[in-house]
């Protein structure tokens, strides 16, 4: 068999391997090209930034609180285990896990009854519903939950005329009520998408093999809607770990959470690498978090 | 079989909001230890009327009974029958042996009660050892024996079955058939069985119930409903029929389009046009009617076409106005061959015709 010239590759046969490795590298660099842009940005403003804060995290500080690259140690790495900060992680924990059980509890049941509603008309519309607060911007709202907390906010007047509850800006509950308002969306999607392809079949049979509607809901419609119960509750924990804008707004900054912290160590205490140590351990948790989530059999978020 | 009644039916019918009327005033009796079966094509309200009884669905009017109960508004949880559902509906999140012990644990049967004779319902439909497998793992004709398994451990009253051997392929099917017969032979209890197959339902059945537009067309034995269709939609719904237009000439004779007369059964008064239905393996071909005794029914046709078959031949016999008739002759030695072209003589007993009104 004589050599064949690529371009005349069809002498003998229309393709041939060679024509058809070239085939299929076309059409890799052609997908490469569809996803450059982003790929670009990502690289660019979140890959690069995030290694910058990796490298910075191994400066030292120096006397102006200026990091200093050359004089590199894992000091704040090392930083990272005193009590005070033991203290603030586990307290934004606390608070992430409180959170996202809220969400959960609160969201469940509402995801569920959109889930179940006969047209998907009236699911459609519900679930636009959900979404209506991301029209607006997240600081905006915060504010104005700040307003109706206030002294002279109607929730704050309804309590103090019903005698139920006084001021609640700059307390606890007041933050609660924010990161539930800022966050339930993001459990209600993916729960309502678990809960919205179940086989009810399976729930049908579940009575049918003598199962009451509490029990059916217990050992089928629940176990079968975890990927969504997971899915929602990373979604919620991970940004709740890192909350700053509510417990500093709504909250009065007055207890030190792993957002806040972090924002003083690049602000106010001039410490670029023990920020930077925080914010990248952060990082790697809510990673393993994530790959755990992946592990237990979730699907698409 | 004594007679006893299972289930009953009465004056059931189910309204999907104000226009759907999936089941209209069903009056029913399904006696006990029989495998009855509801027949007819989708949406006749088959499905709808197993739901009934199962309690996955509740009447719009009319009563349910089961052993002489009334179920009202009684949920499924709370009634004596165990479903086979058409898609099997095997919990994805438990194994074999979970599936089939959820009833009894549901029930709270003590757990050792569970074990044993959730073993015993696993040997009945021949899946042990198959036990610690996860439904997805399992083809679909073990899948099917899970879901058959999970509902009889429960030693139901009445077992349902949706449709159970729709996702088989035909070879499964029939052998799942069998097996199916056979299983409610052993078990003793009342079948239910919904199918549109109606060559299942004949094979299968003690009794027939036609369904069509959410009505009962016809209850009775397989034999009665294959042989005296009561009406056109049953003779056309059940195996394979050649419907002749014409009208009753006198009591027990039809005439034809083209004006031939022949004896039939019919129940019709003179002069009402009828639909003369017939059977394709009643018919049978001759060279001419001298061979035949007198009494027999004979159309004059031509052979149109032939078709090799290997296990037969295929005739289509055209016999002018009347229409054409698709005849299929069993390959023998002695079977006569015949040529497009031939004239040939069609025969058929009169008691295999059946004139039907419209």
Redesign the interface.
Known sequence: MTILDEREGSRETAVNPKLERRARRRDAWRGFFHAAPAFLYLTLFFTLPLIIVFVFSFASRGRTGRPLLEAWNIDSWTRLFEPLVRTIAVRSFWLAVLNTALCLLVGYPFAYWIATRRKQATRNILLVAVLIPFWSNFLVRTYAWRMLLDSDGYITQFGEMTGLWGRLLFTVPAVFLGLLYGYLPFMVLPLYAAIERLDWSLVEAGRDLYASGAAAFRRITLPLSRPGIIAGSILVFIPSLGAYVTPDILGGAKTTLLGNYIVTQFGAARNWPFGSSISGAILIVMLAVTVFYFRSGGRTL | MDGQAAVTLTGVTKKFGEEVTAVDDVDLEIRDGEFFSLLGPSGCGKTTTLRMI???EFPTDGSVQIFGEEMGLR???KRP???V???Y?????MNVEQNVG??LR??KVEPSEIARRVAEAIDLVRLSGMEKRAPNALSGGQQQRVALA??LV?RPKVLLLDEPLGALDLKLRQTMQLELKDIQHEVGITFVYVTHDQEEALTMSDRIAVMNEGKLAQVGMPEEIYGSPVSLFVAGFVGDMFFLPGEVAEAGAVRLAGGQIVRAKTSSSPGTAVTLTLRPEMIHLYASSSELPPDRNTLDGTIARKIFYGDSMFYEVDVGVVGSFDVRVENAPSMRRWEVGDSVVIDFHPESATALAE
Do not use: D, E, W, Y
């Open positions: 199962a309690g996955l949920p499924p949880n029958v165990n479903t559902f058409q898609s509906a095997l919990f994805p999140h959820f009833g549901m029930q999970r509902a429960n």
